[in-house]
């Protein structure tokens, strides 16, 4: 069974901190990593995808790729009230249909 | 593009009924999934179309639930008869070579309840 792992929460930080939000994954096969956004009674929406070791910037959101530790992260910088939702990571390998955490609830108090 | 379509929004049916769910692909993409989210088990894969083709259907719960696509432009996930613990939303999304390249584009979900 080809697991990943999110951290409930709910994730609570002060408007302008920033979040940290952490995947683990099982299938060392893996080969491409996902962030979702999901809003209460909204859809899941692709905000970050990561396939290489190290880190990637897109605006206010940073996703980390660490393979030999099976361990992907977004960091959100300045949080805002407007990012509080449900993070979803996924995890992807060639053939297969994408493997979703069950996700993180972030909650960013004005 | 209108995104992934899916209908009906909402639905409320019996123990016993059958229900149809329908979904409406981006055009021009050639991987389609079924999936079901509930708070316990989050999200779970039903089902992958790959060019209308079935390539994985192992998240199918039973033999209530079948899930056909008869064009690239259309699919339907079928449950008969329905349960109350089939309740759940179920979302529909699609993408460009399998999804594990560039992830999919989910549809806005059908919340089904079975009472």
């Known amino acids: 069974q080809k697991e990943v792992e999110q951290n409930s929460g709910p994730l609570s930080v002060p408007e302008g901190a920033i979040a940290s939000l952490n995947c683990t994954y099982s299938d060392r096969g893996s080969q491409s990593f996902f962030w979702y956004r999901q809003y209460s009674g909204k859809s899941p929406e692709l905000i970050m995808f990561i396939y290489s070791n190290g880190d990637k910037e897109d605006g206010r959101f940073t996703a980390q790729l660490n393979k030999a530790s099976q361990y992907v992260s977004l960091l959100i910088r300045d949080s805002q009230p407007s990012d509080s939702a449900t993070y979803l990571c996924?995890?992807?390998?060639?053939?297969?249909?994408?493997?979703f955490g069950k996700g993180t609830s972030l909650l960013v108090t004005p | 593009d209108a995104g992934v379509i899916q209908s009906p929004r909402h639905e409320v049916t019996e123990m016993g009924q059958e229900v149809t769910l329908r979904c409406k692909p981006i055009?021009?993409?050639?991987?389609l999934f079924w999936y079901r989210q509930t708070m316990m088990r989050g999200l779970e894969l039903l089902i992958y179309?790959?060019?209308?083709?079935?390539?994985?259907d192992s998240g199918m719960p039973e033999d209530r639930f079948s899930a056909k696509m008869p064009n690239a432009s259309f699919s339907t996930l079928k449950i008969q008869p329905s349960e109350p613990r089939d309740s759940a939303v179920y979302f529909c999304?699609?993408?460009?070579?399998?999804?594990?390249?560039?992830?999919?584009?989910f549809g806005s979900g059908t919340r089904l309840t079975v009472v």
């Open positions: 055009s021009g993409h050639n991987s």
């Open positions: 999304a699609s993408s460009l070579t399998g999804g594990y390249s560039y992830g999919y584009t």
């Open positions: 179309f790959n060019n209308n083709v079935p390539i994985d």
């Open positions: 996924a995890v992807g390998n060639s053939g297969y249909a994408l493997n």
